[in-house]
């Protein structure tokens, strides 16, 4: 699919779903999004995953071995009764969540069994999903990475197109949400870009375009006399000249140049404005090298717990 067919963002859902609130909150932002966008999410697919733990308690006269546990008449009740009993009403609650609010738009459903997060990159791909809409957990860095976060397995696979991270709290209307892009001048970052336009489009939302200037790492051009507030402007102007250019009003663009810790400022920004919505580029990059590089995208979705965050790659 990536390779052949280009996928137009925002224009079909994916909605991990275990029944969570996190998970649901995902749900109702997903609709809402839905709702925004007035017929340009041609669909959207909730997803459940089964992991194997349902079994864990109901093995002990099980015939583990490879050759015989799919053949296993006990294994075959288990899971009918799970998905029976524990599976449908979660799909059920996440629909009536999603129609409530978005009746219009096709929703369907599935129900796979594997490894969570490598489910979910499979179908997002091979089913051309534009957006992976999740909830979060409220778990720190160190411990995602130890216990292998589907999020942050999800935000580090190349080809994951966009993944949204809904926040512990939303605003029922998302039109007049602001969005906050942050821009550091790299490519990756003008990803962001081109979502924020649909949305704002759609909503007439305005935008804060935000560029931090890293004290720790810049002191040494500083000293040296560099106008780094400069440099700044150009990578904002470079944001507002592509947004104008794809039909933004440059009424409701504004911009701020911050100095300090990059993650520090962003989350700063969104407090001081309200509910935002975060839109920020991403690279691929393997979990261990965000970690000890300081990557500022995870320390913003690892502390930025009420605002909803996109990843978004083009």
């Known amino acids: 699919m990536r390779n052949k067919d280009v996928i137009e963002p925002l224009t079909k859902l994916l909605l991990p779903v275990d029944g969570s609130e996190p998970s649901l909150r995902a749900v109702s932002f997903a609709a809402r999004l839905a709702l925004l966008l007035n017929g340009r999410i041609a669909k959207a697919t909730l997803l459940h995953v089964i992991s194997g733990h349902y079994l864990s308690s109901h093995m002990g006269n099980v015939d583990l071995r490879a050759e015989t546990i799919l053949k296993d008449k006990t294994v075959k009740q288990l899971k009918k009764h799970y998905l029976e009993t524990s599976i449908n009403p979660i799909i059920e609650k996440a629909r009536e969540i999603f129609s409530q609010t978005a009746p219009d738009t096709t929703l369907d459903s599935t129900v796979s069994e594997g490894e969570t997060a490598d489910i979910i990159a499979t179908l997002a791909e091979k089913g051309g999903y534009s957006t992976i809409v999740m909830g979060r957990r409220g778990i720190s860095l160190a411990a995602e990475v130890l216990l292998g976060s589907v999020t942050l397995k ?17 605003p029922e209307d998302l039109s007049p949400q602001p969005l906050l892009i942050p821009l550091d001048g790299s490519p990756h970052a003008l990803s962001a870009i081109h979502e924020a336009a649909l949305l704002a489009n759609a909503g007439q939302s305005r935008i804060i375009l935000l560029n931090v200037i890293n004290i720790a790492y810049c002191a040494g051009r500083i000293g040296m006399g560099e106008d780094l507030g400069l440099e700044a402007e150009k990578v904002i102007n470079e944001g507002r000249k592509l947004l104008i250019e794809k039909g933004i009003d440059s009424k409701r663009i504004s911009a701020s140049i911050r100095y300090g810790s990059p993650a520090g400022e962003i989350l700063r920004v969104a407090k001081e404005g309200g509910p935002c919505l975060i839109l920020m580029g991403r690279q691929g990059r393997s979990a261990l090298k965000d970690i000890l590089l300081g990557s500022v995208s995870n320390e913003v979705i690892h502390k930025s717990t009420d605002h909803t965050i996109g990843m978004v790659t083009r």
């Open 154 to 170: 999800l935000l580090h696979m190349d080809h994951i197109k966009t993944v949204y991270i809904a926040g512990n709290t939303a």
